[in-house]
């Protein structure tokens, strides 16, 4: 199984800054015939499912404000939330859909400062 | 619109049996892949099985292997998960997910069941 690793487990920032969380998966989930990383990014709020963010490595979601931002290709990947509002404290995910199963980073909880 | 509803979470004793249902508008079960993803109380999230749209070809988490089945209906629009032997482990949240472009990615969710094993 692809592992995925997520850090930190935790971060605060001041509302307006920025929160970077990185993502590191255990083998490649960039499938050269097509150029495309296998990767997305979820957010949860308490008490309700996974929203998906960014699919691809960086592509938004419907809907999804500007200021998520995937980037990243092969092993290494980041989501930086620029300018962080109130309504984006929550846990985010790192998915790779390259192999099955499907894997999940273990989280990381973005909270305000 | 796509829509998940899941049902069927309750509290079963360990070693006991439950089917938990997800039932699909806005898409064809028979078509789209669906998984179910679990996620235990405070923990991360964990896929557990998924059924592939057209022949049905199933697959399925270790952890769960041998002991939970996934199945459809397409009559009724409802994928389902029979899960027997169940232990404490199996605590959780048990969403249906999916996703109209690609099948181990999850753009739509329900809102989940809770299954609770515990004597």
């Known amino acids: 199984d692809i592992v995925m690793t997520q850090s930190p487990d935790s971060v605060a920032v001041s ?20 150029n495309l990383n296998y990767l997305a990014w979820y957010q949860q709020t308490p008490g309700q499912p996974p929203k998906l ?26 989501l930086t939330i620029s300018d962080l ?4 404290v929550a846990i985010y995910y790192c998915q790779q859909y390259y192999g099955t199963p499907p894997t999940f980073g273990q989280g990381t909880r973005v909270e305000i400062k | 619109e796509v829509r998940l509803v899941e049902s069927g979470g309750d509290l079963v004793q360990p070693g006991g049996s439950l089917r938990l249902s997800c039932a699909a508008s806005g898409l064809k079960v028979s078509s789209d892949y669906i998984s179910w993803v679990r996620q235990a109380p405070g923990r991360g999230l964990e896929w557990v099985s998924v ?11 270790d952890s769960v292997k041998d002991r939970f089945t996934i199945s459809r209906d397409g009559a009724k629009n409802t994928v389902y998960l029979q899960m027997d032997s169940l ?8 969403y249906c997910a999916t996703d109209s472009a690609n099948g181990f990615r999850f753009n739509f969710w329900g809102q989940g069941t809770l299954v609770t094993v515990s004597s």
């Open chain 1, 15 to 34: 509302l307006g800054e920025r929160a970077t969380i990185k993502c590191k998966s255990s083998q490649t989930v960039l499938y050269t015939s097509n």
């Open chain 1, 53 to 78: 963010l960014i699919h691809w490595a960086s592509t938004r979601g419907p809907g999804v404000p500007g200021r998520f931002i995937g980037s990243g290709s092969g092993t290494d990947f980041t």
């Open chain 1, 85 to 88: 509002q109130a309504e984006d």
């Open chain 2, 51 to 61: 059924i592939f749209g057209g022949g049905g070809t199933t697959q399925y988490a």
């Open chain 2, 87 to 94: 232990r404490a482990e199996d605590t959780a949240v048990y």
